[in-house]
């Protein structure tokens, strides 16, 4: 079956621009998960939906950072103002939730440039 | 918050080796464990996941371990070749976030 699909595959903008990230998830998958992958910090956990609500949403770095989840299927990932620290692969997860493990399956991510 | 230690950072073996990849973190109550590939300019792909209740979980050549009591997983690969080159990447989770290790980066040669 289809995998976690993530659009678009790179993105490359100006600061101060803002960008929209999208996640389609593996279809029947409850839970949807947001990582960033940088070269110093490695991967780091953003957000957490369960549905269409996000229980945690502690690790956005700032509040330019927002997500929302509608149908509980697609994901987008906003970023306002963007910062040349902004730059990343943003990684979007998604699994079947507690009762199976937990197990998460990622998508191929979003290379993002900040210029 | 849990923390991960990949050992080593990096590896390079001939062709035919069978390897071990290790795995540390801080906090014993953790839900399961997950080990990952990526390969450059790609995404993860799940190897196996160990759930807190199990103690391994086996995918053809790939053997994980779990052992919470001292903190540590291990990979092991065995008949290395050279499609197995790539970073491995392992996350425990005491709840839904992964927190994962900065990874072994793996060289197998001909």
């Known amino acids: 079956g289809a995998g976690v699909s993530q659009s678009p595959s790179n993105k490359v903008t100006e600061k101060g621009k803002d960008v929209e990230l999208r996640c389609d998830p593996i279809s029947g998958h409850t839970a949807l998960y947001w990582y960033r992958q940088s070269l110093g910090q490695g991967l780091e956990f953003l957000i957490y939906f369960q549905g269409n609500s996000a229980p945690d949403k502690s690790g956005l770095p700032s509040d330019r950072f927002s997500a929302e989840r509608t149908g509980g299927s697609v994901s987008t990932l906003t970023i306002q103002r963007t910062q040349q620290e902004d730059s990343a692969v943003y990684l979007c997860a998604s699994s079947l939730g507690f009762t199976s493990g937990n197990e998460q399956y990622f998508g191929p991510g979003t290379r993002l440039t900040v210029t | 918050k849990q923390e991960v230690t990949q050992i080593p950072a990096a590896l390079s073996v001939p062709e035919g080796e069978n390897l071990v990849l290790n795995c540390s973190f801080t906090?014993?109550?953790?839900?399961?464990l997950q080990w990952f590939r990526q390969d450059p300019g790609k995404g993860l792909t799940s190897l196996l996941l160990i759930q807190s209740s199990q103690r391994e979980q086996t995918s053809g050549r790939l053997n994980a371990s779990l052992d919470k009591s001292s903190g540590r997983s291990t990979l092991y690969i065995a008949a290395s070749q050279p499609g197995d080159s790539a970073t491995y990447l392992c996350a425990a989770t005491s709840g839904y976030a992964l927190n994962f290790g900065k990874g072994t980066s793996l060289l197998v040669t001909p």
């Open positions: 906090d014993s109550a953790i839900y399961n």
